[in-house]
Structure formats: C-alpha cells, structure tokens
C-alpha cells in the first residue's frame, strides 16, 4: 500500500516531549563541553602562532562557530527525523 494511502500513526505527546528533552540535552552537554574544554585548555596554546595571530584564538574564534553549525545542524536533522519516527505531520496531510 502506498504511503500516502496509509493513515497517519497515532501521535504520542508525551513521548515526542521525552525525546525532544534527553535530546536537547545531549546537544546541550556537548555545547558546554565544546565550549568549556576549547577555552579551557587553549590557554597553553597560546605560544604558538598561526599567521601572527596565537592559534588558541583561530580554536576558540572559528573552530566554536563550525563547532555550534555542527550542534545546529545535528539537533535539525535529529528532530526531522524524531519527527517522522513518532508521526508528527504539523499541519501536512502526508509527506511530499
């Protein structure tokens, strides 16, 4: 039977919540891991140069932003597919 035929599954409230919760804060534990560790331990670092500038800063200033996109990127595609996994449509009738 195709997709679009079959109804849709029952939508569970409280288990899309639990999982949407252990999953934000997984994404949070990391971010305050990434955040903490980098900065943390960056300091001795700072000796060396990387084109004038101490290389602590090219690991705190760009290797956090590609950092933070990666978290962002993950939580998106984690929750789309939480999404489809527990029958959550918002608003759609079916899946195009």
């Not at 990387?50 to 090219?58: E, H, N």
């Not at 595609?77 to 939480?82: C, F, I, S």
């Amino acid at each position: 039977m195709p997709e679009l035929l079959q109804p849709p599954a029952a939508f569970d409230a409280n288990a899309y919540w639990r999982h949407t919760r252990r999953f934000t804060a997984a994404l949070l534990l990391v971010w305050f891991g990434l955040t903490f560790g980098v900065i943390y331990f960056a300091q001795p670092l700072s000796e060396m140069t990387f084109f004038g500038w101490p290389l602590s800063y090219y690991m705190t200033s760009q290797g956090l932003m590609i950092a933070y996109v990666l978290i962002v990127a993950v939580y998106m595609t984690g929750m789309r597919r939480l999404d489809r996994k527990l029958g959550q449509r918002q608003g759609k009738t079916h899946d195009t």
